[in-house]
């Protein structure tokens, strides 16, 4: 029986940590992360007190995307391993009490996938449908949608004069989901893996796999000759039927947790995406809070953002899928800035507090929590020179347009990366202080933070005071109170510029949440009941309890009502 249909789901009390195997750990010195490096760590993550490990796409892969474009869904990246060492990655994991969720990668595969070489060597052949092809319209493209990684989506196969769709990379052709063949290979793969034993699946861009069949074009985009097909392929026409269909055909025939990634979906798409009595998936990823700033030129433009248009968007969502859907809790991923630089300060000083402010904030609303690799300890944006130290295909992508298209200085797209890169979150985790950071003994495949001597988690774990502590304590508390898993929400004061204060409840225990979002010390007046309450958790070492608070520079602490 799928955990959605479960009275009590038991991905509504877990806590899940994701792991980029590439960045993570290696265990064969050649610079690059594998799975043998990931069960070295599997204490280490027991200790911490999380629940689930969602690995990003551990498949065989030629890696024009780092794993997101799969070439085979049932053999393990050689990089990574063998199907042994899943095996035993797996055995262990669940010896641990932890569970194993993997990426599905399913809106497309790789152009080096034997379904994709059949298709375009062989246009005759049933594999061709497996793909979306179209001939030229009027001498050119059938649209001039955009891809997310720049350029347009279409790829023209000189042999057959038609184009194949690529939302992503020209390497990452999209599936054809309006093919019942290709949807039954899709669930076959899925119980190979489930049949071994897996926990869950984190499904990539889920809810782009139906397209409008008119292809229609749109609007030019400001600056380029290319147009936006969001409108024709984000939450498209079919998806929640094939999604449905996903869930009778496997997902209900195994207790295990869902998660979609949704970009564009809003809160009423979230809550058909995960009300459990739709049957789709258990909960989505949303974007709109990750999205702050963004501008003409998208995550690029890099805007300012204030606290109150933060609160709205996170209030938003916790009210709207209450009772309704499941939330997914997140500050960072494999995809965007790390945490404490994008919405805390990573400065020396502030650091240590705005990571555990923002680790208080998030992990008291309702919802299921996901803790980045790094993130429990405070790992931070990069700053490399150079533009060719960045290996992200989106980053590069971007450079060049911004700098050929937009006339953009180079100072300027710099700043813009280092501030936005997905290289960021996927420079190498920080083990220890010693050569390459306890990550390799080969050189990595991206260059390691310099920071990394004084930010490690070696050094955080043997800190009382760290970041890292102060997310075990967080674990630990979330899970002994009911109140976080199925109480109200209630923003405060949702237009205080520094402090994001909400209160919890289920008619039992009731609970004030309040983070002082500024680098100087401030005052907040808290409700009555909650003077004279208990503190369960605070980020500083002391806490007068009265009705003014007096706030340290990135304080957050949690009351209980008396």
């Given amino acids: 029986m799928t955990s959605t249909l479960n009275a009590r789901p038991w991905f509504k009390d877990a806590v899940v940590y994701q792991i980029y195997p590439r960045s993570f750990q290696d265990s064969n010195g050649d ?79 790789s152009d080096e996938h034997p379904w994709f070489v059949e298709a375009r060597d062989h246009p005759d052949s049933e594999k061709r449908d497996y793909y979306i092809w179209k001939p030229p319209v009027n001498g050119d493209m059938p649209t001039h949608w955009q891809a997310f990684f720049g350029g347009p989506v279409w790829q023209l196969d000189e042999a057959s004069g038609e184009y194949y769709l690529h939302l992503f990379s020209v390497k990452q052709p999209d599936l054809n989901w309006e093919n019942p063949k290709l949807r039954a290979e899709v669930y076959d793969l899925m119980r190979f893996w489930l049949d071994k034993g897996i926990d869950g699946f984190r499904m990539d861009v889920i809810n782009l796999i139906s397209k409008d069949q008119a292809y229609p074009d749109a609007e030019p985009i400001t600056g380029t000759a290319l147009t936006s097909g969001y409108p024709y392929f984000m939450n498209g026409p079919r998806v929640h039927e094939f999604l449905q269909e996903m869930n009778r055909e496997v997902l209900s025939h195994y207790d295990l947790m869902t ?50 248009e ?25 995809d965007q800035p790390r945490a404490v630089s994008r919405f805390g300060n990573d400065s020396p000083e502030f650091r240590v507090p705005s990571a555990k402010m923002l680790a208080t904030l998030l992990h008291f609303m309702q919802g299921t929590p996901y803790i980045y690799q790094g993130e429990e300890f405070g790992m931070t944006n990069v700053r490399f020179e150079r533009v060719d130290q960045y290996d992200d295909l989106e980053t590069l992508g971007a450079e060049r347009e911004l700098r050929e298209l937009h006339g953009w200085s180079e100072e300027r797209i710099m700043a813009s990366i280092h501030a936005m890169s997905r290289d960021n979150a996927r ?36 800190d009382l005071d760290s970041v890292w502590h102060h997310y075990k304590h967080l674990i630990a508390l979330r899970k002994s109170l009911d109140v976080v898993r199925d109480g109200t929400y209630e923003l405060l004061d949702a237009e205080h510029p520094s402090i994001y204060a909400y209160l919890r409840s289920d008619g039992h225990t009731k609970l004030l949440i309040v983070a002082h979002f500024s680098a100087k010390a401030g005052q907040y007046r808290i409700p009555a009941e909650f003077v004279g309450g208990e503190v369960l958790s605070n980020n500083y070492s002391s806490l007068q309890l009265t009705e003014k608070l007096n706030l340290e520079p990135y304080q957050a602490v949690v009351i209980r009502a008396k």
């Fill in 427 to 462: 420079t190498p985790v920080q083990w220890d202080a010693s050569p390459n950071a306890g990550f390799t003994s080969g050189k990595p495949w991206l260059e390691i933070n310099p920071n990394y001597p004084n930010i490690n988690a070696e050094a955080a774990e043997a």
């Fill in 310 to 334: 933060l609160k709205s968007i996170l209030s938003r969502w916790q009210t709207g899928l209450h009772n309704r859907g499941w939330n997914s809790l997140y500050w960072d991923n494999h």
């Fill in 31 to 109: 610079g690059i992360g594998d799975l043998r490096g990931i069960l070295s760590r599997l204490d280490y993550l027991a200790r911490l007190g999380v629940d689930v490990l969602w690995l990003s796409p551990i498949f065989a892969s030629p890696n024009d995307d780092n794993g997101y474009d799969i070439s085979d869904y049932r053999a393990i990246m050689a990089e990574f391993g063998t199907m042994a060492d899943f095996d035993e990655l797996l055995a262990a994991a669940h010896q641990r009490g932890l569970k194993i969720m993997l990426d599905l990668v399913v809106n497309h595969s």
């Fill in 259 to 308: 998660v979609g990634e949704t970009p564009g979906a809003s809160v009423d798409d979230a809550v058909r995406y995960s009300d459990p009595q739709r049957g789709e998936l258990d909960m989505v990823f949303q974007f709109e809070h990750v999205g702050l700033g963004s501008g003409e030129r998208g995550k690029w433009s890099n805007l300012p953002w204030t606290l109150p």
